[in-house]
């Protein structure tokens, strides 16, 4: 199945002409199923650490006991894989998918323990025409999620 972005319903500088002078270039990303590995830019797939470096883990003082579990993430992801591999997601596939979507209680978690980070996407500056350098001539952007809400 070929997806597609489709057009804009509205030219949002003609409605609101004075953000003509915020305009800059954009990269879209329109990730497509595979299976990278952590030598490209991807979605959701292995990011490229340094095996003697430890997983970044958040450790900022907030509510541990609503989040997503990320067990149940890399569940939602496999299962909408599998999904669009078949086209959409069949009745079950939705029902179990909003489950997974839901904020989780983990009591056992202390509101101060260190959480492991999710990794969302990697990029590559090669990846990504006209981005100017950005620090210390870095090639990579990560970003990483605590599956933990703020409060």
């Known amino acids: 199945m070929t997806r597609t972005t489709p057009p804009r319903p509205v030219h949002v500088e003609e409605l609101f002409p004075e953000l003509g002078a915020f305009r800059g270039v ?4 329109h990730p497509r199923p595979g299976r990278p590995d952590a030598s490209v830019s991807s979605v959701g797939g292995p990011l490229l650490w340094p095996a003697d470096e430890p997983w970044p883990v958040c450790t900022e003082p907030h509510k541990r006991s609503s989040g997503y579990r990320v067990a149940d993430i890399h569940r939602g992801r496999q299962v909408l894989k599998d999904a669009w591999a078949r086209d959409r997601p069949t009745d079950a596939e939705r029902v179990l998918l909003k489950e997974l979507g839901r904020s989780h209680r983990e009591r056992e978690i ?10 969302l996407a990697q990029v590559y500056r090669r990846d990504v025409p006209g981005l100017p350098p950005g ?15 703020a409060a």
Do not use: H, N
């Open 26 to 29: 954009t990269t879209r990303l």
């Open 135 to 149: 620090p210390d001539d870095c090639d990579l952007l990560q970003v990483l999620w605590c599956p933990f809400e």
């Open 110 to 119: 202390a509101d101060t323990d260190p959480i492991p980070l999710v990794g």
